[in-house]
Every structure is written in C-alpha cells, then in structure tokens.
C-alpha cells in the first residue's frame, strides 16, 4: 500500500465547475497536510494546508481533513482554465521539526473552457 | 524578497559522471530539503539539512551526498550517473527554528538533470 494515494486522472471539468480531488494517507501519525500545484514542466506551488480536522478556506479553494477517515480533499471552486495542472497531495508526520514530505502521484486536472 | 533558487535550470551529464546542483533557501528559511521527481511520479524525499548536518534521509544510496553551508544555501551531489538518475531535483526550504516559527516548505524552479 502506498502512504499517500491518489487517483491520476485526469479529472476533467467544465469551466465554472467545482473540481473535487482526493487523497488518502496510510500513516496514523500524519499530522501535516498540504496540496501543491504543479504545472507541466514546472516545480511544486504550495496553495493549501492544514492540520486540524474540518474545513479550511482560502478563497476559492477549500481544504478538508478527516483524520479518522485518513482522507483529505481539494475542492476548488469557479474553475478556470488556467487551475489546470497536477495537484500533489503531501503529508509529514508533524508541523515541527524535521519532518519530510510524503507525496502522492498526484492528480491531473483538465478545466475545459 | 527571493524564494528558492536553484542552479543549473538543466543539465544533461553521461553515465558515470558526477553532478553538483546548488540551492539558495528562501531568505529568513534554515532548513534545506531536495527531492527526485521522476516523469509522472510524485517528489521523493532526498534529503534534509539544517545546521550544515544531515538530519533525515530518505531510501537513496550513498551515491546521493549533499552538503549546507553556513549561509544555508546547499549542495545535491550524485556520482557514478545512471540513466535512472534523470529526473528533475527540487529543493524546498522553511524555517524550523524558534517557538512557533515553523513554516511550510517552498519550492525552488528545479534543476533537470538528464543522464545520456
């Protein structure tokens, strides 16, 4: 089993749509959890984290954890063309210290316009 | 205020050699990891530096060796090349040190490394 899992996609939505992506973990112990966005070509642009179970907003872009489920989720809302991209899902075992990154294969996103 | 840089943006080096990539931390970041990127697969974690030592490694072999120094900019190095060393290498910063000064972990633009 892989730690963090997501499907690869490509997940394709029309222009004004919500995109939903999903991730799952497989260490308990995951603390930190953080979505990248990553262009073709291109190197990783950190856009969400979060650490505490619910929802966290950043303007059109909310992140959702359930530890219980060990599962997070990206939606982002109002897509536009211009969000398409592989979304990396990533998880350390804290928010201090010395703590690596564990990435999934990411997500590829097409926004149809 | 710069973020991460990283030189060369690409290089290409033959089976056998040797390679140095170099990376500038985001200012006011002390903490240095790099990673492997490989076509269509997730960042793997290399390594991480603080303090110019080796504080965690992740399951590469000792043909990976790195270095900080003491401004905090760091070294990938990689003998003895195989073709399955091409990938892009990332290096991310973020700062560790202090109560409550975590932050999260940036990236740099990458250095492509292609191994002919």
């Known amino acids: 089993q892989k730690e963090v899992e997501q499907n690869s996609g490509p997940l394709s939505v029309p222009e004004g749509a919500i995109a939903s992506l999903n991730c799952t973990y497989s260490?308990?112990?995951?603390?930190?959890f953080f979505w990248y966005r990553q262009y073709s070509g291109k190197s990783p642009e950190l856009i969400m984290f979060?650490?505490?179970?619910g929802d966290k907003e950043d303007g059109r872009f909310t992140a959702q954890l359930n530890k219980a489920s060990q599962y997070v989720s990206l939606l982002i809302r109002d897509s536009q063309p211009s969000d398409s991209a592989t979304y990396l899902c990533?998880?350390?075992?804290?928010?201090?210290?010395?703590?690596?990154?564990?990435f999934g294969t990411g997500t590829r996103l097409l926004v149809s316009p | 205020d710069a973020g991460v840089t990283q030189s060369p943006t690409h290089l290409i080096k033959t089976r056998g050699q040797q390679v140095t990539l170099r990376c500038s931390p985001k200012s006011g970041h002390d903490t240095v990891s790099w990673y492997q990127q490989a076509l269509g697969q997730g960042p793997q974690f290399i390594f991480q530096?603080?303090?110019?030592?080796?504080?965690q490694r992740g399951n590469f072999p000792d043909r990976f060796s790195g270095h900080q120094f003491p401004n905090y900019s760091s070294e990938l190095n990689v003998n003895a090349l195989l073709l399955g060393d091409s990938a892009l290498y990332l290096c991310?910063?973020?700062?560790?040190?202090?109560?409550?000064?975590?932050?999260?972990?940036?990236f740099g633009q990458g250095t492509r490394l292609t191994v002919v």
């Open positions: 530096y603080y303090e110019e030592e080796e504080r």
């Open positions: 260490d308990r112990g995951s603390q930190s």
């Open positions: 991310a910063s973020r700062r560790v040190r202090g109560v409550g000064m975590n932050t999260e972990a940036f």
């Open positions: 990533a998880v350390t075992g804290g928010n201090t210290g010395f703590q690596k990154l564990v």
């Open positions: 979060i650490y505490s179970n």
